[in-house]
């Protein structure tokens, strides 16, 4: 028996396509960004508060050079990019994933031109890269304070202790 590929992988979408297929996506559109290794309860609780906020949600990810470059350990990341991409698709809030190589999404944002701009509550507002494009563009930017303090750094360590 043959299985189709699943629906979900049609939302990666690589940087060199992210403009036209913004184009199809509802607006107002929220971007928010980051490694997501290994998903846990702060990442989905924190997507679902940043989607709520817009009428669809890109998400752009760090790639496995550039989560290295943040010095988060030898062993980051745990998942390489076209694994964590895909579950990131699987996500019901996630509309559409990319990623990123340098170490800011700057790039990705002006792709982008997000209604929104959404960081996790350890970024003061004025701190998220592309504060001052979105806000030139008339958008708005929002740290959404954490609800669940959990981290996969903190995770990694509970596993290594084991």
């Known amino acids: 028996m043959e299985y189709a590929r699943p629906a979900f992988e049609d939302k990666v979408a690589p940087p060199e396509s992210l403009v036209a297929r913004i184009a199809a996506l509802p607006r107002p559109l929220v971007f928010t960004n980051g490694c997501f290794d290994i998903l846990h309860r702060g990442h989905v609780t924190y997507l679902a508060q940043a989607r709520a906020l817009g ?38 809030c996630v509309d559409m994933v990319t990623w990123f190589d340098e170490d800011t999404p700057i790039e990705r944002i002006l792709q982008a031109r997000p209604d929104i701009l959404v960081k996790g509550g350890d970024w003061p507002v004025e701190k998220i890269v592309g504060y001052t494009e979105v806000l030139g563009w008339g958008g708005s930017v929002h740290s959404i304070p954490f609800e669940h303090q ?13």
């Open 55 to 92: 009428a669809s949600m890109i998400v752009a990810l760090n790639t496995d050079a550039s989560v290295k470059r943040l010095g988060k350990g030898d062993d980051r990341p745990v998942n390489a990019l076209p694994n964590r991409a895909a579950v990131m698709a699987a996500l019901g």
């Open 150 to 162: 959990t981290s996969t750094t903190a995770l990694l360590d509970k596993i290594r202790k084991l």
